[in-house]
T-cell receptor
Framework: DTGVSQDPRHKITKRGQNVTFRCDPI?????LYWYRQTLGQGPEFLTYFQNEAQLEKSRLLSDRFSAERPKGSFSTLEIQRTEQGDSAMYLC?????????????FGPGTRLTVL | GEDVEQSLFLSVREGDSSVINCTYT??????LYWYKQEPGAGLQLLTYIFSNMDMKQDQRLTVLLNKKDKHLSLRIADTQTGDSAIYFC??????????FGSGTRLSIRP
């Protein structure tokens, strides 16, 4: 495993449907982050986990969004009752807090299109 | 407030140097990042600089940091077509999140 992987890479859904995305971090990394990126913008922080604990959630994360990292390894991000405004690229990143920069390494993203 | 600002576009001729500029807001940031994003791809960490440094050079990349003005720049020497991408300046906020600029789209003219 040489990097962060995300699945699926693309998801097209109809408004009102639920979707779930998966992220597999770099294997020894203890932190995992979710970001959202809309067209023409930089990524915006959504939430992060240290091991299995979800330590921070952005106000962007409405109650329709839920993220889990049950065993401190992979994570899922679920969006319930999707809306057109949820269309974006969802990026996952991971880091190892023992390093002096806590550098976040990003996956390729899941592009969500809500019709 | 939390804001990282960059110009949106830069066009340079192949072989010339590219300079991408950024201003940030959090003077307590201990380091700052440059990320690269190619079309349809995730973000690739290009380089970072500690806040106690003024300059960092890594092959064709030179990062300059002016803490007084909260100004960060990325210079790419001998710009190639493979350098076409969006470049994001970013700073950590607190112990967790990274705040990104809107990105500078670099295009290369033949």
């Amino acid at each position: 495993d040489t990097g962060v992987s995300q699945d699926p890479r693309h998801k097209i859904t109809k408004r009102g449907q639920n979707v779930t995305f998966r992220c597999d971090p770099i294997s020894e990394h203890n932190r995992l982050y979710w970001y959202r990126q809309t067209l023409g913008q930089g990524p915006e922080f959504l939430t992060y986990f240290q091991n299995e604990a979800q330590l921070e959630k952005s106000r962007l994360l409405s109650d329709r969004f839920s993220a889990e990292r049950p065993k401190g390894s992979f994570s899922t991000l679920e969006i319930q009752r999707t809306e057109q405004g949820d269309s974006a690229m969802y990026l996952c990143a991971s880091s190892l807090t023992r390093t002096n920069t806590d550098t976040q390494y990003f996956g390729p993203g899941t592009r969500l299109t809500v019709l | 407030g939390e804001d990282v600002e960059q110009s949106l576009f830069l066009s340079v001729r192949e072989g010339d140097s590219s300079v991408i500029n950024c201003t940030y807001t959090d003077s307590s940031s201990t380091y700052l990042y440059w990320y690269k994003q190619e079309p349809g791809a995730g973000l690739q960490l290009l380089t970072y600089i500690f806040s106690n440094m003024d300059m960092k050079q890594d092959q064709r990349l030179t990062v300059l940091l002016n803490k007084k003005d909260k100004h960060l720049s990325l210079r790419i020497a001998d710009t190639q077509t493979g350098d076409s991408a969006i470049y994001f300046c970013a700073e950590p906020l607190g112990d967790s999140k990274i705040i990104f600029g809107s990105g500078t789209r670099l295009s290369i003219r033949p």
